[in-house]
């Protein structure tokens, strides 16, 4: 069958391999884009999951963090120009503001109107992307960090074990450095038990295939599968990866240290990612 060179392009932008690669996968897969994108990482020449990098708009990401919820959002526009203006930037403050003052939640008539008033002086177009609330009860901490001048924005939420440790020093410099390590290596997911198990069994036949490719004898694939998935999970999700400021701890034995230090439990226990322009699922 023909493949066109769109669909060979859409793949190698979403997995990183190579044109020819990428054309024989869709032409063994009879153009099934799913099944072609396994195939290629059967092969060992695909990543298995990451996020994508790939920017379609320009914009910035906004955070607002109020007495019991937090607010991250993303306003797209059609120039980094008008992205770095002030007016740009009131706008998301306004956005932000908004969202708090209604519960957490931003009804479109009220963006609407926020942002055809700032489309009505800078003539560009601009819309509200999408938005994300997380709560906050009274023993949560929700820490923000926005990177970049916008590109990328961050909130963690850590649960404590009493709340009068939300002025705790340790507790404040560890959840701005979580949020710092989120910006910088992008998780998927929160935990190994957050993830489809679903997912974790493709996962699992994806490293089968790749170890046998290899030859490896039959006695020794279940334990290559096994490393392999623990390696992935490593590298996705938040508590498992090796934290920003130590690549000897991990996330969650970084916070099972501070708990021993300051004599009460903290834990991760959701958060929220943007980045500009990345796209959506």
Avoid: W
Wanted: proline share 2%; glycine share 8%.
């Amino acid at each position: 069958m023909e493949i066109s060179a769109q669909d060979v392009k859409k793949l190698r932008e979403k997995t990183g391999s190579g044109l020819m690669d990428c054309k024989n996968a869709l032409v063994k897969a009879e153009g099934d884009f799913v099944r072609a994108e396994k195939i290629l990482k059967e092969l060992g020449l695909a990543a298995a999951q990451k996020r994508s990098g790939r920017k379609t708009k320009e914009g910035s990401i906004f955070c607002r963090i109020g007495a019991d919820k937090g607010i991250l959002l993303e306003v797209s526009c059609e120039t980094d120009f008008v992205a770095r203006s002030p007016d740009f930037k009131d706008l998301g403050a306004s956005l932000c503001q908004a969202a708090i003052e209604n519960g957490g939640e931003l009804p479109q008539e009220v963006s609407d109107s926020l942002i055809s008033a700032v489309v009505g002086r800078i003539k560009e177009n601009m819309e509200l992307r999408r938005y994300q609330v997380l709560d906050q009860q009274d023993n949560d901490l929700l820490i923000e960090y926005i990177h970049g001048g916008g590109q990328i924005g961050v909130i963690v939420k850590l649960s404590l074990s009493n709340g009068t440790l939300k002025d705790n020093p340790r507790v404040k410099e560890t959840g701005f450095d979580l949020a710092l390590h989120a910006a910088a290596f992008a998780p998927l997911y929160l935990s190994r038990d957050k993830v489809a198990p679903a997912y974790l069994e493709e996962q699992e036949e994806i490293f089968l295939k790749q170890a046998q490719n290899l030859g490896k004898p039959e006695k020794v694939l279940a334990g290559i599968v096994k490393g392999k998935l623990n390696k992935h999970i490593s590298e996705i999700c938040f508590v498992d990866q090796a934290f920003v400021k130590d690549n000897s701890l991990k996330v969650g034995q970084l916070l099972k240290n501070l708990s021993l230090e300051i004599g009460g439990e903290v834990e991760i226990t959701d958060y929220l990612y943007f980045r500009v322009g990345e796209e959506l699922a």
